[in-house]
């Protein structure tokens, strides 16, 4: 047997097993999240997902670093279509500072309604209660939080970012997005309609710009 199709092989087989894993989590939650229901949704044997990860921890572990890296590298133009439409069709002018400021948010709205968040979401409620696994989704969270911080500033545009006092507003912006995000878990609201844009557009440009609240 060749060795190079071995490993490829190999590879395919763990990233499919991985696959499978934010897929349960995602659609079925972490207490669902078993090894067998894993297996079945990846179609492989027990003894091939054993290979690769003897336990229920091994496997959560490497999902964390997965969903990590998938996070990091959807590029912002390649996200769903109405991400792409915001991104290619409505990016305004950066000299247009407040335009490009309210697009910015609606942008950065738009990609945390993201699957990879609410899988993460799943990880981050089961690291509550195991300490390994909380290890791992700081550090991978950290990792995250860094690109998105420096996605932001490309979004935003040297007209807002020029402003020293950007770094702090965008943590408190993007932390109440969050915040708010984590409700869609249950309430099942349209996030295309949700009340808090037009509040986090409006402290952005007062607080980032000096224009005069609506």
């Known amino acids: 047997m060749d060795a190079g199709n071995q490993a490829e092989r190999t590879a395919r087989s763990r990233d499919l097993i991985l696959d499978a894993t934010i897929e349960c989590l ?5 207490a669902a999240t078993t090894t067998v229901r894993v297996q079945s949704i990846a179609g492989v044997t027990r003894g091939r997902l054993l290979h690769h990860f003897p336990s229920k921890q ?7 670093s ?6 990091l590298s959807r590029r912002l133009e390649d996200q769903d279509d109405e991400f792409g439409r915001i991104l290619e069709t409505e990016r305004p002018d950066a000299a247009d500072a407040e335009a490009r400021s309210d697009w910015a948010i609606r942008t950065l709205w738009t990609g945390l309604m993201h699957g990879s968040f609410f899988s993460a979401l799943e990880l981050w409620t089961a690291s509550r209660t195991d300490d390994e696994l909380a290890g791992n989704v700081r550090e991978h969270e950290r990792i995250v939080l860094e690109r998105v911080r420096d996605n932001a500033r490309e979004l935003f545009g040297p007209a807002v970012t020029r402003n020293p006092e950007f770094d702090e507003v965008f943590t408190m912006i993007f932390a109440s997005m969050r915040g708010m995000a ?3 878990m249950f309430s099942r609201r349209d996030p295309h309609r949700e009340p808090m844009l037009t509040t986090w557009q409006r402290t952005a440009r007062t607080l980032l710009l000096g224009a005069a609240p609506d």
């Open 58 to 64: 091994d496997l959560l572990t490497a999902a964390v």
């Open 66 to 71: 997965r969903l990590g890296e998938q996070r």
């Open 26 to 30: 995602l659609r079925e939650g972490y």
């Open 182 to 184: 984590v409700t869609y």
